[in-house]
Every structure is written in C-alpha cells, then in structure tokens.
C-alpha cells in the first residue's frame, strides 16, 4: 500500500472549501471518512498521494481554509 496523507478538518464546509481549491488546482484527492484512529470535529477528510503535499498545504493556505490536522498513512 503506498503512503499517503489525510487532511483532518473542524467543519464540513471547510472540506468542501478545500476539494474545490484543490481540484481546481488540478490535484486528485478522494473525499474519505475521518480514519478512526484520529480525532476529528468533522466525519470527512481528504485523502491525497504524499508526494503534492506541498501543493495541498500551501493551496489550504493561500485559501484562507482552515484545517486541523495532516496525517500519513499507509506503509
């Protein structure tokens, strides 16, 4: 299984927020449930490949979105 990143947000608009900026930014993501083994004020992340991870944080960014946390998973 490849590695891969997980965006944990506070609220759902926020992801919804995020998957619009990123698509647009022309990134491919999956919109997953929060994994188990985090904590999360919202049900739904954002799944990504590991290797845009500068890309994902510095659109989060310079959007404006607010975001709680990233975690990698996968080995």
């Known amino acids: 299984m490849?590695?891969?990143?997980?965006?944990?947000?506070h609220t759902t608009s926020a992801v919804m927020q995020a998957e619009k900026a990123i698509f647009k930014a022309g990134i491919a993501i999956k919109l997953v449930p929060t994994p188990r083994e985090f904590s999360s004020d919202c049900g739904i992340s954002i799944r990504f490949d590991r290797a845009v991870l500068k890309n994902i944080e510095s659109i989060l960014i310079d959007s404006g979105i607010e975001f709680d946390t990233i975690h990698f998973m996968g080995k």
């Open 2 to 9: 490849n590695r891969y990143g997980v965006v944990l947000f």
